[in-house]
């Protein structure tokens, strides 16, 4: 059972830069798709982006399509998300999690990390 770890989240200021990571323990992260996902107050939890198991193959919602970059270093068992011209409305708390090929979230969710976002 994989366990994962957010960070790197914080406040900024609109159009500022943020890289969030995902560590993972486990010896089968080199073998799984790996998602990012958000969730706003009084929000449902939504999909943000993934990456295939060898990072060959990325998928993004539209609404983060051109700012946001999902990447994975499997020798240090990590997956990243730069975040580029951060918006007020990127404001959440960001998760990651394995996932399917239909990009539903795997497994359990760890505690995740606050991005907010000042205009």
């Known amino acids: 059972q994989v366990q994962l770890v957010e960070s790197g989240g914080g406040l900024v200021q609109a159009g500022d830069s943020l890289r969030l990571s995902c560590a993972a323990s486990?010896?089968?992260?080199?073998?799984?798709?790996m998602g990012w996902f958000r969730q706003a107050p009084g929000k449902e939890r939504e999909f943000v982006a993934a990456?295939?198991?060898?990072?060959?193959?990325?998928n993004y919602a539209g609404s983060v399509r051109g700012r946001f970059t999902i990447s994975r270093d499997n020798a240090k068992n990590t997956v990243y998300l730069q975040i580029d011209s951060l918006k007020p409305e990127d404001t959440a708390v960001y998760y990651c999690?394995?996932?399917?090929?239909?990009?539903?979230?795997?497994?359990?969710w760890g505690q995740g990390t606050q991005v907010t976002v000042s205009s």
């Open positions: 999690a394995t996932v399917g090929n239909d990009l539903r979230p795997l497994g359990s």
């Open positions: 486990g010896r089968t992260f080199s073998s799984r798709a």
């Open positions: 990456v295939n198991w060898s990072g060959s193959r990325t």
